[in-house]
């Protein structure tokens, strides 16, 4: 992150709609706080247990991930020409890098694609994570059209 941090909005982006979502509102946010953007994308490559997954020949998830980042930077930009943006793919679990790139930022919105009921409110696996453990303030946007895509 850049010398002052604390001018950063950090908005972690997989490609579902709640996420999107979530990227157009911290863009409005750095409108109204004159704010930098950041756009994160995390990556990790494909697990399973037992026996190798079969991935297709030069498959290279930091590609795909890299490729969400472009489009991050793009939709935010298409949203305020004006707006500082940068984007970057990490590799890791979305929760621990968005909790890692979240120290120093002013804030960090997610979106949640929410499965579960929890107090009222619907939070995911990550967004639960980031609020319990980000070294910020979190906004956790909620995709109010019902859409939640299910994007790798």
């Known amino acids: 992150m850049s010398e002052h941090e604390h ?3 950090v908005v972690g982006v997989d490609g579902s709609t709640s996420s999107f979502g979530a990227l157009a509102w911290a863009v409005a946010e750095c409108v109204r706080s004159d704010a930098k953007l ?8 494909p697990t399973s247990y037992g026996w190798a997954m079969p991935l297709p020949e030069g498959y290279q998830p930091q590609d795909d991930a890299q490729r969400l980042v472009d489009e991050g930077v793009a939709r935010a930009r298409a949203l305020n020409p004006s707006i500082d943006v940068e ?3 990490l590799e890791g679990s ?12 002013a804030l960090l919105v997610i ?10 409110m619907l939070l995911g696996s990550v967004s639960k994570h980031c609020v319990g453990h980000a070294h910020c303030p979190v906004v956790v ?5 019902g859409q939640h895509d299910r994007s790798a």
């Open 87 to 89: 984007g970057t793919a």
């Open 94 to 105: 979305a929760a621990a890098r968005l909790v890692d790139v979240s120290r120093g930022a």
């Open 111 to 120: 979106g949640s694609r929410g499965h579960r009921q929890l107090a009222g």
């Open 141 to 145: 946007y909620h995709d109010r059209t």
């Open 38 to 45: 950041r756009v994160v994308v995390a990556w990790e490559w």
């Open 7 to 9: 001018d950063v909005v």
